[in-house]
């Protein structure tokens, strides 16, 4: 398995919290590490045209264009819109509306990049619909997510229920919720594998929790408005005739533990979080 320059650096990371902070601060995160070694992989930018989906402030956006794309972000927050043009005022930057619509013409963006963005979409199928059409044939989907169904969370959390409170969305906040959802997340994924079709089954988004747990790097995924898994979303672009180059585990930005970031990469797609999914428009 090829190991990308940013899983290699992020050994480094993990030595020392306080460089990883201030890569943080600085508009760091590990998502972008995965997402840029993959488009370094498939792909050279040779100028042509990127879409950050999603953009927020718009630090991967300038990544974007350092690396010699000719970046656009867009996000359906007016202000991170307004903040991301106060940051990179050389760069485009466009606010969505409301619906799955992406106001661009089809076969336009060599590359698309959506970190964490897709479970915060009410529409996925839409969506990922949108982006492989405003794909060129041949052009890149990276995108990475949290899985949301992964057994791994409600394990984890009973397993460290007297040494934290929480250990994130769809983890449970006693033993007994635990394992309610371990039982859950294990048929839905044995569900996920025996059928031909996505399901992206809605969830109830939690934006008091989202709020007070951002600052322990998981708090964004409390307002994750379905049950975002890799299973729906692979086979959702397949339907669309995109060709899966990547679809594993990635370290996460709020773990500290470099065992538990080694045991995402060779984890099963299906069981690991968060995920990096890289895709190529056949047609």
């Known amino acids: 398995m090829n190991t990308t320059i940013s899983e290699q650096s992020y050994h480094f990371y993990n030595q020392s919290a306080s460089y990883l902070q201030r890569l943080e601060q600085a508009g760091w995160r590990p998502e972008y590490g995965a997402v840029l070694g993959a488009l370094k992989q498939y792909q050279q930018p040779l100028d042509g045209a990127a879409l950050d989906y999603g953009c927020g402030v718009g630090d991967l956006t300038a990544i974007l264009a350092r ?12 202000p991170f819109v307004r903040s991301a043009q106060e940051r990179h005022p050389a760069l485009p930057f466009v606010a969505l509306g409301a619906g799955p619509t992406i106001p661009f013409g089809a076969d336009r963006f060599w590359a698309v990049t959506a970190i964490n963005t897709i479970e915060h979409v ?66 839905l994924l044995l569900k996920s594998r025996l059928s031909s079709q996505p399901q992206f089954r809605p969830r109830q988004p939690d934006f008091v929790n989202a709020e007070r747990y951002r600052q322990l790097g998981y708090g964004a995924d409390y307002d994750a408005v379905w049950l975002c898994n890799p299973w ?13 180059l990547q679809l594993r585990g990635i370290p996460g930005a709020a773990e500290r533990s470099a065992m538990i970031n ?17 895709a190529r428009k056949t047609f």
């Open 67 to 78: 690396t010699g794309y000719r970046a656009l972000g867009a996000d359906i927050s007016l």
């Open 262 to 278: 080694r045991l995402r990469r060779v984890l099963p797609a299906a069981i690991s979080s968060p995920i990096l999914l890289v």
């Open 232 to 244: 729906d979303i692979a086979l959702h672009l397949e339907g669309l005739g995109m060709h899966i």
């Open 122 to 187: 009410a529409t996925p199928a839409q969506t990922l619909r949108e982006l492989h059409r405003v794909l060129i044939p041949g052009g890149l989907l990276a995108m990475t997510f949290p899985n949301l169904t992964t057994p791994l969370r409600p394990l984890k959390r009973f397993a460290a229920r007297r040494r934290r409170a929480r250990y994130g969305p769809e983890s449970g906040d006693s033993a007994g919720e635990a394992l309610t959802l371990l039982a859950r997340n294990s048929a």
